[in-house]
Structures are given as C-alpha cells and as structure tokens.
C-alpha cells in the first residue's frame, strides 16, 4: 500500500474509509502521504513548508505560473516544480527552473491536491481533481458547496475523515470558529456579533489598497464572514460587520458574545491557555497593536513571522454576567496553514482523533502557542 494512492473514486478504488498505515505500522510513518501544492502564493508557499515539515507528509510538487521569485524559492527548497500552461516551460528553463511536468502530471502523482490558486480559480479545478479521483482541498475563496464541506480542526476535524473533497475556511472564518466553538462547548452561545477590520493586502500585494481610506466591506449587515462560519458551525448565531483599513500584517477583531451560562475571565483564560490554537497576549506583553505582533513574532524566530494561534488581547477579556468581549488579532496568511495540514490528514483516514493531528501539526512546527513565550 505504501507509495500507493489509497483511495480514487472513478479510478476503482472505494476505499476512502481505509486508513492510510503511516500512522498504524510499527515503524513510524513508514509511509508518506504525497502532497501537491497547486497554486504556490501565499498561503501555498506556508503550506508547502508546513507539509515538508510533518514527520507523515511529503512535498511532492508546487506549480507555479509564472517564473518569478517564488519559483526560485521553490527551487532552493527543491520542491519539483510544474506549471499549469505548459507552453510556459521554455520562459521557466530560460531563467533557469527545471520543470518536472503539467498540473496534471503533478496532481496524478499526489495522494493530496492543496489548491491554493486565488479565489474562485480553484474551482476551475475540480473537473481535473475528479477526472484523476484525487482527494483535493481548496481555500476559503472557494464556495462551501464546492467541496460540499468545510473544515475547521478545533470544530469538525472526525466529519472530515475519508473526504475527497474539503474546504478549509478562510483566515477571519477559522479565528472565528475557534474560539467560538470553544465558549460554545464551555457555556452554551446565544449570540455572537463579531466587527472585522481587515487587512487591506498581504505585504507583497502592491497593486491592492486603499492606501487612505476605511472601505466598509460590505457597507451592508451581515458580512460575509457570519454565514461562513455556520457552514463549520450550523447552529450558531451569529452577526458579523466587516470593513478594510490600509494595513498589511493583520485582521482585528472586535468580538462580543452572549452566552447561555454566566461566563468569567478566570475560566475564559484557562480555557485559551489549554488550547492549542488560541494565543493569549498577556498584558505584561505591553503589546496593543498588530504592528507590535508581528515584531514579537519576528523576534520569536517564527519561520515568515508567522502567527499561526488566535491572539486574544488578554487585557481585552471582559466578562459580565451572560456577557463576554475581548479583541482577537488574526494573521490572515498564518492560521488556516495549520489547518490545511490537518485537513489533509482527515482526509487520508490515518489519523482519526483530531487532537492527536493538531500535536503533530503543531510538534513538527515547534508551534508553541504565543502564551508560552512571555
Ligand atoms: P496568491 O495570489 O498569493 O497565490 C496564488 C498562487 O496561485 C500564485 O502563485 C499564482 O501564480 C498561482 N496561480 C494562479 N492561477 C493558477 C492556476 N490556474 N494554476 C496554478 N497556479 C495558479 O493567493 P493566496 O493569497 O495564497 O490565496 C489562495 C487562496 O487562499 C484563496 O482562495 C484565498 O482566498 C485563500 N486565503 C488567502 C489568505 C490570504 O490572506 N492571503 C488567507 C486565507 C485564505
């Protein structure tokens, strides 16, 4: 079985139940899942890295469509690198990038697609991933009823199992449901309302604002992002307003939540502190502003400064009564690496208890949560 796909519907292998032996066998992970990297941007790039990491995970091609700086990197990573156009392959040996094949040459040699293509081209994809019946992830720019299923490790990591295909939910979407799935396990939700002010661009994007305005985005109520949590979280209630400020490093968010049991700061911190995704920035941090989050994780040694945990504002916590309040920072291009590496363990079937995954993740990215370190 090992160096073998286990599962691909319509290539006559129904067997998306079968658990991968990496986890199972005597030797440890003597059987590696096969990643490809379908779109290496953002979030690709992190998630190639997070796979090369993981002790059960290889990388076994990035695609790229243009050669630029990116590609380089691919390159001095050595992770093979292929191309959607393949006409493009001469502009790639010209600056020197070895091409291993098209997007599907790569795709039939993986046990996993990640599609991290910009929003709404991952769905141009979903013909090739189901004519080669490979299992394939796409990101939170992507319509839940494109996979038919989106994912959250901390909220529904077991309904993921066997999946061909899943959606990993967006940056604010994934800060969200973690903590609110957490207070919801802890007191029962009533309510959420949740304001978003988002990142205008990730730090490389120069043609992308507003460089001087405060953009609602939308101006009308709900935002996008409360009815994308119930496609993780269906029985929450929830309002959401959004709007974009010209900052790169992260989202904030200003969340106040009504519960259905009386709720303390006390038991909300430890509840933070035991988690493995949620950061706590305590106020003897000093730390009022995302600018200064992303030094701290500069400092920290983070590979790209990355912050991959909520960072709840500890000073930020209020809690009165059936009432609770506190500030979240959210890094939009860090948290859901994480989880996209979890997904893709979901869906090989090899590890079927979400905490034991999130370890793993976490272990081989020496991700210690932000609360450790101060
Ligand atoms: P990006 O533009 O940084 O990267 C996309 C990459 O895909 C680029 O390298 C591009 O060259 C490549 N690409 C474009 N068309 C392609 C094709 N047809 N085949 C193969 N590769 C192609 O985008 P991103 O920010 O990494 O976003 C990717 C997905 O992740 C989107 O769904 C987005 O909504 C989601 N997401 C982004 C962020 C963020 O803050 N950047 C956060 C969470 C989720």
Redesign the pocket.
């Known amino acids: 079985m090992c160096g073998k796909n286990p599962g691909r519907p319509g290539n006559g292998y129904p067997v998306y139940d079968k658990p991968h032996s990496f986890f199972h066998s005597g030797a440890m992970y003597d059987c590696m899942i096969k990643v490809a990297i379908?779109?290496?941007?953002?979030?690709?790039k992190r998630v190639a890295d997070a796979v090369a990491a993981q002790k059960d995970m290889k990388v076994i091609g990035v695609?790229?469509?243009?050669p630029n700086a990116?590609a380089f990197v691919a390159k001095q990573r050595g992770y093979p690198l292929y191309i959607?156009d393949i006409s493009k392959k001469p502009a790639f040996e010209k600056a020197g990038l070895k091409i291993a094949g098209s997007?599907e040459d790569m795709c039939k040699a993986a046990d996993v697609v990640v599609d991290?293509?910009?929003?709404k081209?991952?769905a141009t994809n979903k013909s090739l991933y189901e004519k080669l019946g490979v299992r394939a992830l796409w990101?939170?720019?992507?319509e839940h009823e494109l996979a038919g299923f989106s994912f959250n490790s901390s909220c529904n990591y077991k309904d993921a199992i066997g999946r061909q295909f899943v959606r990993v939910v967006?940056?604010n979407t994934t800060g969200l449901c973690r903590i609110i799935n957490e207070i919801d396990k802890e007191y029962g939700v009533a309510h959420v309302h949740a304001i978003m002010v988002r990142r205008g661009s990730?730090p490389g994007e120069i043609k992308k604002g507003p460089i001087d305005a405060i953009v609602l985005d939308p101006v009308g109520v709900p935002s996008h992002h409360g009815p994308d949590v119930l496609s993780v979280l269906p029985h929450i209630s929830i309002t959401t307003m959004a709007m974009i400020v010209p900052t790169t490093m992260m989202h904030m968010h200003a969340i106040q939540m009504t519960t259905k049991k009386a709720v303390t700061q006390e038991r909300v911190i430890e509840l933070i502190n035991a988690h493995p995704r949620l950061g706590l920035i305590k106020k003897t941090a000093g730390i009022k502003s995302t600018a200064e989050l992303k030094e701290f994780a500069m400092d920290l040694g983070r590979q790209r400064s990355d912050l991959w945990e909520n960072c709840i504002f500890e000073e930020s916590i209020y809690a009165n009564r059936n009432e609770l309040c506190f500030f979240q920072a959210i890094h939009?291009?860090a948290d859901?690496v994480v989880e996209n590496i979890d997904a893709i363990r979901a869906m090989m079937g090899g590890e079927k208890d979400a905490a034991k995954s999130v370890a793993a993740t976490n272990a081989a990215l020496n991700f210690k949560t932000i609360q450790n370190n101060h």
């Open positions: 379908n779109g290496y941007g953002t979030i690709g695609s790229k469509t243009r990116e959607a997007v991290a293509t910009p929003g081209v991952g990101q939170g720019g992507e967006s940056c990730d939009q291009e859901v």
